[in-house]
């Protein structure tokens, strides 16, 4: 059984224009030491599936169907104590941004002790000790200076250090990374991603990497799944999205990225037209209206995902390219 | 442990240092002082070597300031400062227990309210407007008017339980801005328990709000004790407090224009200091827009 499993997950956002289907029908799984990344454009439903597999949608103004399992323990629907039982000892998340996930106003090391007292029941002095440790990890200079300090009086890199070594606090089985790396300077993304890397393989845990930039997963995961519109269209093994990929919007995507290989000047293709409105999707598959391959089919009717090949390959498309184009 | 550290690059080696406290400057330590000796004067009245307030020395009828009546006497002869003093025990009792009764009802529901939104929120937030839309002046008037004998406490308790829907409604606003921050989910997904989240994570950053929010409030209601006993709804005379000497003394202020005026000028300076520090505490807490 694997680590975290999601079957057919939807979650539906009652909004006062009508109900907004933010994922549908997403199924994905996450074995012990796997990183799956996520991607796919701002609005595809990339937040929502990682608040749901924590069980953080506001109960008032989202439903949630279908089933995600941690360790085979159900979290759609789960009580706010059980789900306090699998925070941070099983699965825990990384923040987008490191100026907001820290309190202003409580040392840093305070807030990774929170976790470490309530969570494992350590000592004060021993949580301490264990914080220290923790910053040391992920490799925050002097980390006893930097126990004392305020989120304000560190760097935004710095921060997301810090963010990442509460999340490490109680050894969860799962990190949930929601784009770990938007808020911070470009030179910094690349060190926390690989400080990130070095932790995994490190504590043995598994990761959701959630991120709209393919090169961030590129050479950091296992698995890819592709969401547009709140649905996964296109799953399976990096190697075989990257190389092998017959869904076009995974093609449309990868060929948005800048490419060192290109030659200088070369302009970057944007794919056209904007996301669909979630409140007015049609009958067909969401990305037709962008699409250079739609044919009559795709407007009328919704492709369903493939059944994986051998290798978990999946996609959905009335009209897949050719394999190694 | 150490083959995990990665050396730190230019950017993060930044020198950690504390940031220069800010200076609050030096008139609101002025405030500070004149608050402090006005709250010392309440509390240690009666050892203070002062005439009885309430002694009438037909001698010396609405004497002038002298030596030895510092702030002259009333058309009763009672000593205007030893009065002053004695009145600021009813005013800053009247003022920080009212509000301490506001905030102790109207703070944890406004934060309750914020933090658990649903049905709770909806529920306390309608009623909260529902007695908000009442004029507060009004329905303290009525109830003190007919709530005999008046005494401070019931005073205190009418105008600390007028105050909760203003207390509450500033409180939720402040709370509901902390509520959603990522660091209060954060916290969450940690394991903290609610009462963990709503004591150690949202208290501490809507403090300087209702702070200074307390602070207002306070001069609020020391001016409502003044405007009560101008009712005749205030504590009972002889018993000094500021409202009740301004008002004794409206009818003989052509003859006797001190009698009005010191008393006004404590009640004044008094406001003036807690309003000046209130909106310097505001600003000096100001520090929600964190610079990198």
Request: aromatic share 6%.
């Amino acid at each position: 059984m694997s680590l975290l499993d999601v079957q057919n997950l939807s979650v539906t956002l009652h909004t006062p224009h009508g109900d907004l289907p933010a994922v549908a029908d997403v199924s994905l799984s996450v074995g012990a030491e796997e990183t799956l990344g996520i991607v796919g454009e701002s609005g595809s439903g990339k937040t929502m599936l990682a608040r749901s597999i924590m069980g953080l949608l506001p109960r008032a103004r989202a439903s949630a169907s279908g089933s995600v399992k941690l360790k085979g323990v159900e979290m759609v629907g789960a009580r706010a104590s059980d789900l306090r039982r699998l925070w941070a000892t099983e699965v825990a998340m990384i923040f987008q941004d490191p100026m907001t996930a820290l309190n202003p106003v409580m040392r840093v090391g305070r807030q990774i002790d929170e976790t470490l007292r309530v969570r494992l029941g350590l000592s004060r002095s021993a949580a301490r000790a264990r914080a220290i440790e923790l910053l040391e990890m992920v490799g925050i200079p002097s980390p006893e200076k930097r126990y004392a300090a305020y989120p304000g009086q560190l760097s935004g890199g710095m921060r997301q250090r810090v963010v990442i070594a509460m999340a490490l606090a109680a050894s969860p089985s799962l990190i949930l990374a929601d784009e770990p790396t938007t808020g911070l300077d470009v030179t910094i993304q690349a060190q926390i991603l690989n400080l990130l890397d070095e932790l995994q393989a490190r504590l043995h845990t598994s990761m959701i990497l959630i991120t709209h930039d393919l090169g961030v997963v590129a050479t950091r995961t296992s698995h890819l799944a592709v969401m547009y519109a709140g649905r996964i269209v296109e799953t399976g093994t990096t190697r075989d999205v990257f190389a092998r990929h017959r869904m076009p919007y995974t093609r449309a995507l990868l060929e948005s990225s800048p490419r060192v290989s290109n030659p200088a000047h070369t302009r970057l293709t944007a794919i056209p037209g904007r996301p669909p409105n979630l409140l007015r999707l049609g009958e067909g598959c969401a990305f037709a209206p962008r699409c250079g391959f739609a044919s009559e089919r795709c407007h009328r009717e919704r492709p369903e995902l493939s059944v994986p090949d051998e290798s978990s390959h999946a996609f959905a498309c009335f009209n897949p390219l050719e394999v190694g184009r | 442990m150490s083959e995990m550290t990665r050396p730190a690059t230019e950017t993060e080696t930044t020198e950690f240092t504390t940031p220069p406290s800010r200076s609050l400057g030096w008139l609101f330590w002025v405030c500070v002082g004149w608050l402090g000796l006005n709250v010392l004067g309440a509390i240690f009245a009666s050892v203070l070597p002062l005439p009885d307030p309430l002694y009438q020395n037909y001698m010396a009828i609405n004497a002038s300031p002298s030596l030895h009546h510092l702030l002259g006497t009333d058309d009763l002869g009672r000593d205007i400062f030893s009065r002053i003093v004695f009145g600021s025990r009813v005013s800053i009792a009247v003022g920080v227990g009212s509000m301490i009764i506001g905030f102790g009802i109207g703070a944890p529901l406004g934060m309750l309210a914020a933090y658990r939104r649903g049905r709770l929120d909806a529920i306390l937030t309608t009623a909260m407007y529902v007695f908000l839309a009442f004029p507060a002046i009004v329905a303290v008037i009525a109830v003190l008017s007919f709530w005999t004998p008046r005494a401070l406490a019931k005073i205190i308790l009418v105008i600390g339980l007028a105050s909760v829907p203003l207390v509450y409604r500033v409180i939720r606003t402040a709370t509901m801005a902390v509520a959603t921050k990522d660091y209060v989910v954060a916290a969450k997904v940690q394991g903290a328990t609610d009462r963990r989240i709503l004591v150690r994570e949202l208290l501490p950053n809507i403090a300087p709000v209702g702070i200074s929010f307390l602070l207002v409030g306070i001069a609020t209601v020391v001016t409502l004790e003044g405007a009560l006993a101008f009712l005749g709804l205030s504590v009972n005379p002889p018993t000094p407090s500021w409202g009740n000497m301004i008002n004794e003394s409206r009818t003989v202020m052509s003859q006797n224009p001190w009698l009005v005026l010191f008393p006004s000028l404590a009640m004044c300076l008094f406001l003036l200091c807690l309003n000046f520090i209130g909106d310097r505490l505001r600003s000096h807490f100001d520090v929600t827009e964190v610079k990198l």
